[in-house]
């Protein structure tokens, strides 16, 4: 009991032990790309548990997980309210807890639980939270695995990525209805659930992390979409990386996905195996394609019979009908070098 | 409006004989004075001018003079000194007087000099689009840098931020206020803590349960104010009404300062009350009030006149537009000079017939209330009321449309053959002599109150010896409590529920969601329009033809959970009318006035509604063409009802058949209807009336061939002779579910709704019955060997016994 009303679980849980298919000493190893993270990095992972989904002021946090992975192992700590009175005292716990954090980590948390938090704090008309740097891990895995999921709820991510099926796990929508029979006088253990679902939750917050690394490094062998993996390799300046993402899945990807590939092999200056890339696509219909190599043979090439076959795929616009009209200027003046 | 353009009028226009608008009024009293029943000319009134303000910050006084306002009309500058003494303050004013300024100044100043903010809400979306445009053209002439936003339903997700962070005048709606911004208070809360003004305009549209509803909505932000340490000033301004300073105190709970006399200037105007001519005087029919409002509308666009029409309801308006528009727009080719105004036109198209009439390219527009509220059309020279739009005040506005500062304008109140409307033209003192009439808001009714409760303890959780109402908050709470809705820690009651209980709240009374109506003319799928909730089961059935502009299209298709009709284009001589069955069942009585033969009382009801088909309506000719069937889902309420109920001894005594007595109770159900909504002063759409058992065994319409016809509960039609248990009853009942309190004063004023009905009967000059009276009867009737109206007053004597027995 931290103060009147909160009580404060607190766990320590060894490295080795397994969640999922992998032990927690996952939960130490770096986020990067995820997150700009050096060695030491305090990272806290944060879930609460809510008297509703409804959002608004009305909504508040019955329990707060969090969870930190230290040398030492991971340390789990839930505050559970045993009555409204609670509130401030356990927001405090919770501010000093955000103080001590480089990167605080979550799923749904950027519109859902901060939120809540910070309106409910602003309602016990306390200090304005502290909040480190914030990696919503639903955004990361909404773009690897959004065509390959059914959804992309935390209990999918779990069972996919950790290889954790729970069991006898309390329905985090039945989470309101257990604290509020506990508020009017219940036996506890439905909220003795909530605590385990909590903590699961948390935990896997910390193991999810390196867990969508490890897709984002080999995406095919995760089912993850390599175009979307090579996309977030390419914005943190890692070309090679998406690079050679992009070539392990050569098979598998989509048009968008080989065009990009083009793109990405352009860049490096093999514009030849691009080339080749995009004449397939242009085969199947594709107009990007077919205007990449319009460009490709009329300014690299100059071979402005190829490229004008090319740009005759193109649709109606100004630019295609301009470019279209220079060419056909190209190509009446002989073989003569133009300069416009 | 400014009066930026006051001098230019003054230098086009003379005053003088050769006016338009008194020509024409000379024109229609000679040629039709036995149509007028009254006449009335309100004599210019030249303007009162008062300096601008000391203490004015200059940069405002000169976005002022850049403007060409150099000195204000008495009334805002009364409104200004009494605001910033920090006096809440109801501006009562007629149209284009100059109101907005009255609470923009105060508020521009603050924010110049305090950064304090201010909140506006307006009833509708179109009105606050008006007035941020005004308030954006003062704040660009003086350049102040005042920042104003709309945040309402259309305001996107993203923009959401920098409305609540860096607007200094935030611009909404009551709906937006109660589901959009309290319950996300502390999302708003550096708005709140700044908040100096809030304004509210166009208070008289705050009445009854929509004003019930804004009153509570304002409690609780009031006390959301309170949590965050301002306690802002309240603007308000009203169209005339009786009582602006009691509702003002009533909606937001404080003293309230009147400010009544307009300062602004306004030429002659000019007044008259037609009744359209008996064509029957045997049926007491008269000819139709749209035929003279069609022919009033025409001779005045004929003069060069600008005229608007007003029409009671939807349909109405494309009636009289495809009348107008069948003489004055026959040339497809030209830009049409008649449009059509109506709620369910797409606000796109209602934006752009407001731009053609300020515009001045329109010379006749048709409305409905939709215009009444102060949407900027600019000013117009005729208006013409096609039928009695049910109170003074709602008729003042109206009128209001027609008059410029400095030139004459007419107004004809047309009367319709409704019993109403011809008491009130027949009797032009009572409506050139009477005051407007009360708003009235019950903010304590107790669902409405109960419902605000609930929102209010999501937003702040309550504690003890909170007041929030009149009524007993803790024993609201504590029921609250065992629902398991609040939760009680010690003095404190906090919401456990999840729930978003402002969602579940609807402030006017249609809560289900509007319908779409779909064109899917030759494999199109656009919206034409949209119909709220309340008039859809009525006007998009399967079959039904719907008009916008005077086109036509037929309902193909309701989809009813889907909230949307399919149409398609069509052309037909005819339209389409609803036929509306409604039964009753009495279950509780919570005050009576028993005698063994008859029973007055009053008390709960359950009432279902049923739209079992409609009827096929020839344009010009009205004549009845066909029936069709409608299945719809039956709309069921409970409310309050008071009702007359007479034994059946008594009536066989008094009637030689039960056909007799059934005609008997509608036509003195249909009389009393109308005096209740006199007596009431309320909208007569605001009480419905029934004539049945009180049981929901039978019920009892007018068929088509005019007499009363006894239903059983699936709408057969049922011999009154073979009922077991004849016992009708007249029901008056609240038509909003749970009842606003309508019915307790009607029951207190029994004596007075019965004598009026047998006033209203007994003094009409028609023989055996007529829509004056009533109700219409056919010709058929002469026949049918008794007199339908010796009937009403038959059954009116019955509900008379009772308290004529008692001791004064």
């Not at chain 2, 945040?151 to 931020?161: C, L």
């Not at chain 2, 009382?601 to 344009?619: F, S």
């Amino acid at each position: 009991m931290v103060a009147e009303h909160v009580v404060l679980v607190e766990t320590l849980l060894p490295l080795e032990t397994r969640h999922g298919r992998r032990p927690l000493a996952d939960a130490l190893e770096p986020l990067w790309p995820l997150a700009n993270v050096y060695p030491g990095v305090r990272v806290l992972a944060i879930d609460t548990e809510t008297t509703g989904l409804a959002g608004g002021t009305g909504t508040a946090a019955f329990m707060i997980g969090i969870a930190v992975a230290e040398p030492g192992g991971v340390r789990l700590r839930q505050w559970v309210l045993t009555a409204f009175a609670g509130e401030a005292a356990m927001l405090d716990a919770l501010a000093s807890s955000l103080v001590a954090a480089d990167l605080m980590v979550s799923y749904n948390g950027k519109t859902f639980d901060l939120p809540l938090l910070r309106d409910r704090r602003r309602l016990q008309r306390g200090p304005t939270l502290p909040e480190p740097p914030h990696l919503d891990l639903l955004y990361p895995t909404r773009r690897l695995f959004r065509k390959a999921w059914p959804d992309c709820r935390l209990a999918t991510s779990e069972r996919w990525l950790l290889g954790l099926i729970r069991e006898d796990d309390l329905p985090g929508s039945e989470a309101p209805r257990a604290w509020r029979d506990h508020l009017a006088g219940a036996p506890s253990d439905a909220l003795a659930g909530v605590l385990r679902h909590n903590a699961l939750d948390v935990l896997s917050l910390l193991a999810l992390g390196p867990a969508l690394v490890r897709s984002l490094r080999e995406p095919v062998s995760w089912g993850a979409d390599a175009h979307a993996a090579a996309a977030i390799w390419a914005r943190c300046g890692e070309r090679g990386r998406a690079l050679s993402v992009l070539e392990a899945a050569r098979e598998r990807l989509d048009a968008q996905g080989a065009l990009e590939l083009a793109r990405v092999l352009r860049g490096a200056g093999r514009v030849s195996e691009a080339a080749a890339i995009w004449e397939r696509l242009a085969g199947d219909g594709n107009t990007e394609a077919a205007e990449r190599l319009a460009k490709y043979h009329e300014h690299v090439r100059r071979d402005w019979t190829r490229a004008l076959d090319y740009a005759r795929l193109l649709d109606q616009g100004p630019d295609a009908r301009h470019r279209r009209r220079r060419l056909e200027r190209r190509l009446a003046a002989g073989q003569g070098r133009l300069d416009l | 409006m400014m009066h930026g353009s006051r001098q230019a009028e003054a230098v086009t226009v003379e005053t003088g004989v050769d006016d338009p608008v008194q020509r024409l009024v000379r024109r229609l009293s000679k040629r039709y004075a036995g149509r007028i029943t009254g006449i009335a000319v309100l004599p210019e009134r030249p303007a009162r001018l008062l300096p601008l303000p000391e203490e004015l910050d200059p940069r405002l006084a000169t976005a002022l003079r850049s403007r060409g306002v150099a000195e204000l009309y008495s009334h805002q500058r009364e409104a200004w000194d009494a605001v910033t003494a920090g006096r809440h303050t109801v501006v009562v004013t007629p149209t284009a007087s100059g109101k907005t300024l009255c609470y923009n100044l105060p508020v521009l100043q603050a924010a110049l000099k305090d950064r304090a903010k201010a909140l506006y809400l307006f009833p509708t979306k179109a009105l606050s689009q008006d007035q941020v445009a005004e308030l954006m053209e003062l704040n660009e002439a003086g350049n102040l840098g005042i920042r104003a936003f709309t945040f309402d339903g259309d305001t996107p997700g993203d923009a959401r931020k920098a409305v609540r962070t860096k607007g200094d005048i935030v611009v909404s709606n009551p709906d937006m206020l109660h589901q959009g911004v309290l319950p996300h208070h502390t999302k708003w809360a550096q708005f709140f803590e700044n908040l100096r003004y809030v304004v509210i305009d166009e208070m008289h549209s705050y009445r009854g349960v929509f004003g019930s509803h804004v009153a509570n909505v304002i409690r609780r932000l009031r006390r959301v104010c309170h949590f965050y340490g301002s306690d802002p000033v309240f603007v308000l301004s009203s169209a005339t009404i009786a009582n602006p300073a009691e509702l003002a105190e009533g909606l937001i709970g404080e003293p309230v300062t009147a400010i009544t006399e307009s300062g602004a200037p306004a030429g002659e105007r000019h007044l008259l009350l037609w009744n359209p001519p008996v064509v029957n005087a045997d049926l007491g029919i008269r000819a139709s009030a749209r035929s003279q409002a069609t022919r009033i509308a025409r001779m005045a666009v004929k003069s060069g006149l600008k005229t608007i029409v007003f029409a009671q309801s939807r349909l109405m308006v494309e009636v009289l537009t495809k009348y107008l528009k069948d003489v004055f727009d026959a040339d497809p080719r030209r830009p049409a000079r008649v449009a059509a105004y109506r709620g369910g036109y797409l606000p796109g198209q209602r934006r752009e017939t407001e731009r053609a009439l300020r515009a001045g390219n329109v010379d006749c527009v048709i409305a409905t209330s939709a215009l009444e509220l102060g949407v900027d059309i600019g000013s117009l020279d005729v208006c013409v009321l096609n039928g009695y739009p049910g109170t003074i005040a709602a008729t003042w506005q109206r009128l209001g449309r027609a008059g410029r500062r400095q030139r004459p304008s007419l107004g004809v109140l047309v009367a319709t053959s409704q019993p109403l409307d011809q008491y009130i033209i027949r009797n032009p003192d009572f409506f050139l002599g009477s005051s407007p009439e009360h708003a009235r808001i019950d903010p304590d009714q107790l669902l409405i109150l109960l419902d605000h409760v609930r929102c209010a303890a999501f937003e702040l959780p309550f504690r003890r010896g909170d007041r929030f109402g009149k009524e007993n908050l803790e024993e609201l709470l504590g029921y609250l409590e065992e629902h398991g809705v609040l939760h009680r820690e010690a003095d404190t009651w906090h919401w456990t529920e999840d729930s978003y209980p402002a969602q579940s709240v609807s402030l006017r009374s249609v809560a289900e969601g509007n319908f779409v109506v779909v064109d899917t003319t030759r494999g199109r799928k656009e919206i034409i329009a949209e119909v709220d909730y309340s008039s859809a089961a009525e006007t998009l059935y399967e079959g039904a033809i719907y008009m916008v502009q005077a086109q036509t299209w037929q309902v193909e298709r309701l989809d009813w959970t889907g909230r949307k009709a399919f149409v398609t284009r069509t052309e037909v001589d005819y339209y389409t009318d609803a036929i509306d069955y409604t039964r009753l069942k009495i279950l509780d009585r919570f005050e009576h006035q028993p005698d063994g033969r008859t029973e007055t009382a009053h008390g709960e009801v359950h009432l279902v509604r049923r739209i079992p088909g409609y009827k096929k309506i020839r344009y010009y000719s009205h004549e009845n063409i066909g029936y069709g069937n409608i299945d719809l889902p039956d709309q069921e309420m409970h409310t309050t009802a008071a009702w007359w109920q007479v034994a059946p001894e008594v009536l066989a005594e008094c009637f030689p058949n039960r056909q007799q007595a059934l005609d008997g109770f509608l036509g003195a159900a249909y009389a009393m209807h109308h005096v209740a909504a006199l007596i009431a002063m309320s909208e007569p759409q605001d009480i419905g009336r029934a004539v049945g058992d009180g049981d929901a065994r039978w019920f009892a319409t007018v068929g088509a061939d005019g007499r009363g016809q006894m239903r059983s509960l699936d709408g057969g039609e049922q011999d009154p002779e073979r009922e077991t248990r004849f016992r009708p009853a007249v029901f008056l009942y609240d038509n909003y579910p749970g009842g606003v309190g309508l019915a307790a004063p009607l029951y207190d004023q029994r004596v007075r709704v019965v004598a009026g009905a047998v006033e209203l009967i007994r003094d009409c000059g028609c023989r055996h019955g007529c829509p004056a009276c009533i109700g219409p009867i056919l010709a058929s009737d002469e026949a049918r060997g008794f007199s339908p109206k010796a009937a009403a007053l038959t059954v009116l004597a019955q509900f008379h016994s009772d308290d004529a027995e008692e001791p004064a």
